[in-house]
């Protein structure tokens, strides 16, 4: 004993005469700790999501001593640092054992207490290296301890440690270890798992029935009145090493998270992230996190109302959707449901930003357009009735979803009821190219240019994201003016920015934007394909639209209220078609639940109209069975463009003499769609003059003005004949494609 007494105090007068090491406070350490997750909270700070963000190591929170449970505090220090609440941060006593034992080459426990080993962890210069630590190092880890142990209180210097300690492979702290292997905060372990734990402190990387024989004395040692059975814990251990429960990511909202942790680290690199971020919004707060524009009761809401609608829509072969909802007034997204999570094989796939055909649901910028340019207005009437637009690469012949024509119909009624015919005439108006400039102005990431797309791009043939969509929507909901949208707070506008953004000008006509807005929340309007009883119809005001890509690969629903633009996607990240999903079987009942939710108890009322609009009465002119084409109505106009009567031209010829064919048009090319069931495929026949008759390669075809011709393959000639036979008139023409009739149908 005087032997070790001596040697200590030798130690001790050695480590006096070092330098003191830097010494941090303990406010510093917990302050200064990063997870390897980052938490992204809610406008409220409610967690949303936690993201791994630091792929090098797996730290959890950190843990307060009170959150700890007290059997892992107990086996922590039976196991590393007996002496714990009685020294002074050196064990002189398990120092000179060391030390004896050394000398007479006897195993004996490690001198280590747990301040030593804290300080180690908190100094990269004191680290255990390879080889061991220098004496160097051993002399600095001493003094760093003695200065701990006076600046520290006994209960942070054991919390710190809990915290920073490396276990098994990437883990530290012990919050990681406990979710990662017992799947369960640390206040819940009990002796067993803490046995476990505290025996990994000893040996992390050792195998496995080693790790187990340790936990076993660790156990035995905390409960010396109970009998430990140690193949048990064997088992036990085995298993709880390979486990590795705690996810990189878990919460509600991962595409979103992902996405405002992205433009954030852009932003810190220097980059221009898009939308660009306010610097404050750049730092995140390590106490509680990344705080987003979300609200995580309505996140919750929407992720919930997607599952449980595509969970009914799996029988129709859809299994994935996205949901975004924007604030009108700030461009905030309130909500970002990414994916159908585990109902989707492609649930990493981000269905918000992802690109995708939006169908009919570019036709109301198309719409606005054409009324801004006042080629049309909301009462002009458009032919829905066969079309046959020659176009570069051939014939293009559009068709209504339903494959039916209503005749004559207003633009509110073409709009509304969402007719395919109406909305390529408007765009022959507008052109492709003049549309394609306005799509990209709103932000609208059109790949190829307006006279790519053609005349397909009224019925949405180029590739949005929802995103986007959304937000032209929203520039519809704010009278024309186009804002980026954003999922990080931003301080408010000073005075001198509204009035400055008032100033600008609008990137769409206002008046324009009013009127589409009427015309989509019109349901009297949509009832041509609705009906009265549609799912759009709310008891608050809104305006939607919705639309279905070609082949049913994608459908869409896109509407705003006073204060909310929602926006819905339902379809297969694959690409795969539907089965028999229509605009309102498919997103639209998503969408109407999550305005009735945003509307529970706030009012939505319709916009007042913009200056330079004109409310007047309209009447229409009768139709070929002699009724008005519509009824009367109230109608707005952009002043200037308002007229009482709209009416068609119904000057015929008067005899047979005068009888001529006026479409096909003479060598007209035809180019069959595979994508079309043969038999839906018409071409239609008109003609003016009394009596005719229609041949189609000599044999007797039809009778009347018009006619509807199933076509197949070749070259035909179309003659028009009056009642004695004679020929008047005849177009050639020819069929392209691979078209599969029966002998029947041809005839």
Known sequence: MPLRRAFALALLATACAQPAWALVSFEQVKREFKSSDTAVLDRNGELLQRVRTDATVRRGQWTALADVSPALRTAMVLSEDRRFFEHSGVDWRAVSSAAWGNLWNTRTRGASTITMQLSGLLDEDLRRGAGGRSFT??????????????????????????????????????????????????????????????????????????????????????????????????????????????????????????????????????????????????????????????????????????????????????????????????????????????????????????????????????????????????????????????????????????????????????????????????????????????????????????????????????????????NAYRMLANGGRHGATTMTVRPQASPAEKAKAAAAPPLMDPRAAFIVGDILSDPNARTRTFGLDSILSTRFWTAVKTGTSKDMRDNWAVGWSQRYTVGVWVGNASGASMWDVSGTSGAAPIWAEVMRFLHAREPSRAPAPPAGLVEARVAFGPAADGNAIEAARSEWFLQGTEQPLFALDTRMATDATAARITAPADGTIIALDPDIPPLRQRVRFESEGRGVQWRIDGKHFARGNSAQWLPWPGRHVIELVDATGKVVDQRKLEVRGAGVLTRSARR
Not at 353 to 381: H, M
């Open 137 to 470: 190092q051993k002399i600095g880890q001493t003094v760093a301890a003695a200065q701990l142990e006076r600046n520290w209180r006994k209960d942070q210097i054991l919390e710190a440690y809990l915290n920073t300690v490396p276990f098994r492979g990437e883990i530290v702290g012990i919050d990681a270890l406990s979710r990662t292997l017992f799947s369960k905060a640390p206040s819940g372990l009990d002796a067993r798992e803490a046995a476990v734990a505290a025996a990994l402190v000893r040996a992390p990387n050792a195998r496995p029935a080693l790790v187990a024989q340790r936990a076993c004395e660790v156990l035995r040692a905390m409960e010396p009145e109970q009998k430990v059975d140690c193949s048990a814990i064997d088992m036990f251990t085995s298993a709880a090493v390979q486990r590795r429960a705690f996810d990189a990511n878990e919460g509600i909202a991962p595409h979103a998270a992902r996405r405002v942790l992205r433009e954030i680290r852009d932003a810190n690199a220097g980059a221009a992230p898009t939308p660009a971020l306010p610097q404050r919004a750049r730092e995140k707060d390590k106490d509680t996190g990344v705080r987003t524009t979300l609200r995580a009761p309505l996140q919750r809401f929407a992720l919930d109302t997607l599952h449980r609608h595509l969970r009914e829509l799996r029988e129709r072969h859809v299994e994935d959707g996205a949901l975004v909802v924007l604030d009108n007034a700030t461009g905030e997204v309130l909500a970002w449901v990414g994916s159908s999570g585990p109902l989707s094989q492609a649930a990493e796939v981000d269905g918000v930003t992802a690109l995708r055909q939006p169908g009919s649901t570019l036709k109301p910028l198309l719409y606005a357009q054409a009324i801004a340019e006042k080629r049309i207005t909301a009462a002009s009437l458009i032919e829905d009735s066969s079309a046959q637009i020659s176009t570069a690469s051939g014939l293009y012949i559009p068709q209504n979803y339903d494959r039916r024509f209503k005749g004559p119909v207003s633009a509110r009624t073409a709009l509304a009821a969402s007719l395919n015919v109406p909305a390529v005439r408007t765009l022959v108006m507008v052109s492709p190219e003049a549309f394609a400039r306005e799509l990209r102005a709103a932000g609208l990431p059109l790949r190829e240019s307006g006279d790519y797309y053609g005349y397909s791009l009224a019925l949405g043939s180029a590739e949005v994201s929802l995103l986007s969509l959304t």
